[in-house]
């Protein structure tokens, strides 16, 4: 929500439950032969016929140099390289460095890593190429908001254990940028991971810093090493409920401008990730890209973030009266409010009609936040009188004050999340507008709600569009901590949403066949230790022009 209710002010309380410049060129830094592999190694944005390998060498302590490395593809765990070739880890991008490989044959597995020039190795790593022409399945993972000070990534160790996954979906918040003593601080200091650097991040060092901690998470690492990731960011990797021009959690007078924070962020993510650099002289922010999966789906990445985003609506005050919310119920629609934009809206109009002239039975849209309407939930109804009351005498008095005031607010209207696409129903209409026209079959994907979603969306005039699968968080709290079975009320008081877990912690896994794709939504037993238990939350299918089953 990103009323003063938002989920940032409900969720940090409880914590237990454009250039990419940025700095003048420098002389030519003097070359390393040796360093260590302290951040495993990373493949993303898969091809036909190769993907992209990433690796950060770590030089020791006071040193700073390029490290020249060889990279190795072979077409087995142990076998002797099919492609090689050579790349710098240069000083310039904090000693991580990328290759693009290419000339692989497609739908095969490959195993690469990197070696130093004293003959020093990298672990070893793995991708599977897309496939070409008959596809017969595809196994997807999806993920998103991995908050560091949140809890162990064991959704990750699952992941990496999985023995068939083609790809992972990442939807952002890979990582975050609040402080030790803000969001999670309190799980973090009871399990001992406390963010680095301990402030919330601004600078370019911070948000390395930030990017080079995740990456030395054992469960993180076993994943990137395991399949291939296809990355977007979500708000996080900047600041929370980021926009075009500017952020909830940004400040100007004490944080500088909004650009300089934004630049930052993204060079530091273009460094750390495995995805293609951006193209000289175009914008960062328009990393929309797609990925074909043979004669079976089309992958559309969107920007919902830092390209075209209106500021999101919100109240003025703790508790918008009448007139206000009025107001704001009156500019969700808006029409010139915008998620995607113009041009990268007829960039998924082409990409999905030449899916669909190509007869491919799906079009895959992954898309940061939840795009199905998901009214405010009415917990008195949905819990009874009683019922509602016992959960407010067990919570503490700010938190009864909270969950009042979003009561309030939703009663007078407002939905569940102005940060999602119920903030921009225009702009959603034409989005599904643009479906309908080319005729495509989406099944949408989304992070950010820290919750597990199956939807059947809908436009205005009630006509049926596709389907959703929403992923829950790999670490970062939830409103069911608080509220525990607001996601069985949310289904409930929901048309759209055909399932809602609110509660755990975990990631999809989505099975696409030529006739169905099947939600299984993985959960872990617990974050607050390394050792968990696997478990499913519930499984649910999709067919073209049928509304969600839950199998399971």
Known sequence: MTLKINRRSLLAAMGAG?????????????????????????????????????TRATVADGVTGDVPLVWHVAASADGKPVKSGKVIAAAAADNTAKAEVSGLKPASDYWFWFVCQDGTASPRGRFRTLPVGRTDDLVLAVVSCQLWSGGFFN??????????????????DYIYEYGADGYGAEIGQKIGRIPDPVHETVTLDDYRRRHAQAKTDPALQAAHARAAFIC??????????????????????SEGTWAARKAAALKAWFEWMPIRSPRAGSDPAAIYRSFEFGD?????????????????????????????????????????????????????????????????????????????????????????????????????????????QSQAAFKAGLPFNLDAWDGYPPARERLYAMLREVGANPLAFAGDSHAAWANDLHDDAGNRIGAEFGTTAITSPSYGSILPGLGRIIAAQSPEVAFCDQDMKGYTLVTITPDAAVADFVTVSTVLSPRFTRGIAARCEARRGESLRILS
Do not use: C
């Not at 990409?351 to 009214?375: C, E, H, M, Y």
């Open 232 to 253: 977007v960011w979500d708000d996080h990797e900047t600041a929370n409920d980021s926009w075009l021009g500017g952020a909830e959690n940004h400040t100007p007078a």
């Open 18 to 54: 454009t250039g990419m410049g940025l700095a003048p060129a420098a002389a030519a830094a003097p070359s390393l032969r040796t360093a260590r592999f302290l951040h495993g190694v990373a493949s993303g944005d898969p091809a036909a016929d190769g993907a992209v390998i990433w």
């Open 296 to 404: 079976l789906a089309t992958l559309a990445m969107v920007e919902t973030r830092l390209l075209a985003r209106s500021r999101q609506i919100a109240a003025k005050g703790a508790t918008p009266d009448a007139a206000e919310v009025a107001a704001m119920l009156a500019a969700r629609q808006d029409p010139s409010r915008e998620m995607l934009g113009a041009g990268q809206l007829q960039w998924l109009k082409n990409t999905f009609d030449a899916s669909v002239r190509a007869g491919k039975p799906w079009q895959l849209l992954g898309n940061q936040v939840i795009l199905a309407r998901v009214p405010g939930p009415d917990l008195r109804a949905g819990l009874g009188e009683e019922a509602f009351a016992a959960l407010l005498a067990k919570l503490p008095e700010n938190y009864r004050a909270l969950v009042a």
């Open 155 to 172: 959704a990750f160790a699952d992941m990496a254990a999985l023995d068939r996954l083609d790809a992972v979906i990442h939807l952002g």
